[in-house]
């Protein structure tokens, strides 16, 4: 009768603990939001060339892209005074990876290497004509 008890509670703590992570698992990061920009890593042929820390004009109202759900985005400046502007618009896809906006035919594409609910980081990378690699890292905070 022990063996019996043991072995039915093995097998419900088995059963409950297999379930109870797969809502998790399942889960993704979503890109949809409003991020500011906090700095740039530059890169030059894999050499670290300098960091570009981002200085708002007033920091109570930062610029910031949103990312909506319909597929479009928006690059919001703000003024000292918290005037707003777009400053660039467009379309947008993402694939958990690779992130491309298209504004006006302009094509720019990003590998997104970290994502959380709060932390996006995009790496851009060009090769120039005589084969210079130049990569961009950005790095941004999401806001409410």
């Known amino acids: ?10 097998v419900l703590t088995l059963i409950c603990t ?17 991020w500011r920009t ?7 042929d894999n050499q670290f060339d300098n960091t570009e820390i981002t200085v708002e004009e007033n920091s109570t109202c930062p610029d910031y892209i949103e990312f909506k759900t319909n597929g479009n985005y928006e690059s919001i400046d703000k003024d000292v005074d918290c005037v707003t502007s777009v400053d660039e618009s467009g379309t947008y896809t993402f694939n958990g990876t690779t992130l491309t906006n298209n504004s006006n035919g302009s094509i720019t594409t990003g ?3 970290y994502l959380t609910t709060t932390d996006l980081k ?4 060009e090769t120039s004509l005589g084969g210079t690699i130049f990569k ?7 806001i409410n």
């Not at 009768?1 to 093995?10: C, E, R, S």
């Not at 297999?18 to 409003?34: F, L």
Request: proline share 0%; net charge positive; glycine share 6%.
């Open 1 to 10: 009768m022990k063996k019996l008890l043991l072995k039915l509670t093995f």
């Open 18 to 34: 297999g379930c109870s992570n797969d809502d998790d698992n399942n889960s993704t990061t979503s890109i949809v939001g409003k």
């Open 38 to 44: 906090e700095k740039f890593d530059y890169y030059t």
């Open 111 to 113: 590998t997104v290497t």
């Open 122 to 125: 995009i790496e851009f990378i």
């Open 136 to 142: 961009n890292v950005g790095y941004f905070k999401k």
